[in-house]
């Protein structure tokens, strides 16, 4: 369409009614945009970026709950996405503890679902930090039925990094070995929802104009 502009007082050019889709890509703070020769009427901008910890928009459950014959302790599943990374185990005041834990049996599982699809790009999966350190050793994870990756403990090591998954799917599902538990002292998911195709990774703008 064209018109006067009222507060500048020229001619907008004529302009088809189309959409485009522009990748930006580059390290935070840079992007590069490709360069049309055509002028441009915005009416709207739509930026999705990659990518944020979405885990606690999840909901969390697990197999089982483990308590001491004491009772008192409760080791949800949700304490793997509260945002605490406290990793050691509080033996004074085991209330305060942020960390799950499952029995151990034959088919022990965590997992966080999703009301809709989403796209996953990598994954922080924080472990103990003291003597139950080597529960998180042969931890699978999958996306829906999809394989992503296994938990190989090292020494001194409670930060476990999965990049670079590009991935879809609704329900994330963290397994131990056979016979074993899930202790997990947190979650972060980061990806988003609603994803877009073709773009992963990268920030996704929209121009509607």
């Known amino acids: 369409s ?19 889709e522009v990748a930006i890509r580059g390290s935070p703070g ?3 945009v ?21 885990a606690a928009k999840g909901t969390a459950t697990q197999s089982s709950t483990w308590m001491p014959s004491s009772g008192g302790i409760f080791c949800s599943a949700d304490k793997a996405i509260d945002g605490n990374l ?10 305060a503890n942020s960390i799950t834990l499952t029995g151990a049996g034959q088919s022990e599982w965590w ?3 999703f009301t809709q699809a989403i796209f ?14 080597n529960r998180i050793n042969g931890n699978t ?3 829906d039925d999809k394989y992503i990756g296994e938990v190989k403990q090292e020494v001194n090591k409670f930060l476990y990094e999965f990049v670079s998954l590009n991935s879809v799917g609704r329900v994330l599902k963290i397994q131990p070995k056979p016979q074993g538990a899930v ?22 703008a929209m121009l509607y104009f």
């Open 120 to 133: 996953l790009d990598g994954l922080q999966i924080y472990g103990r930090k003291d003597n139950h350190a």
């Open 34 to 54: 490709v360069e049309s020769n055509a002028a441009l009427e915005l009416a709207e901008v739509e930026v999705f970026g990659c990518c944020a910890n979405i």
């Open 111 to 113: 997992m966080l679902s």
């Open 183 to 204: 202790q997990l002292v947190e979650v972060m998911v980061y990806g988003y929802e609603n994803p877009c195709t073709g773009i992963p990774a990268s920030v996704y």
């Open 2 to 20: 064209s018109g006067i502009n009222a507060e500048y007082g020229h001619e907008f050019p004529s302009l088809d009614r189309q959409v485009t």
């Open 30 to 32: 840079t992007s590069q």
């Open 141 to 143: 994870i999958y996306l």
């Open 86 to 95: 406290n990793a050691i185990w509080n033996y004074n005041d085991p209330n």
